[in-house]
């Protein structure tokens, strides 16, 4: 649940440890709204599980390998918790909006 402890380390709670997770993965502008992210933290390893909603037509599969890569990459950084396992989960794909289109015309 921390990292190695030993004189002055910093320990990270699990609960922590998501909150963190869970703004690196909302660091991203083809997301439709926060991410939502569960973690399991050994010693100083961790699996995250992380459900995004992408705005379509965004790549989905490479919104979902950026967000894996970054949240690897980042939490260690932020951390010092080796994230060695990322599920991405997409659970709902958002339309943007069409501007300038009026589907009330439509058929006429």
Do not use: C, H, W
């Not at 396992?85 to 997409?90: G, L, T």
Request: charged share 30%.
């Amino acid at each position: 649940m921390t990292a190695p402890a030993g004189p002055g380390a910093t320990r990270v709670s699990e609960r922590t440890f998501v909150k963190i997770a869970t703004e690196v993965a909302a660091d991203d502008d083809r997301l439709a709204e926060r991410p939502q992210v569960a973690a399991s933290v050994s010693g100083a390893v961790a699996a995250v599980r992380l459900g995004i909603a992408v705005r379509y037509p965004a790549p989905v599969r490479q919104v979902a390998a950026e967000a894996r890569e970054r949240l690897m990459s980042r939490m260690r950084d932020l951390t010092g918790i080796t994230v060695e396992n990322v599920d991405v989960d997409v659970v709902r794909l958002v339309p943007e909006p069409r501007s300038g289109y009026d589907d009330s015309r439509r058929g006429s």
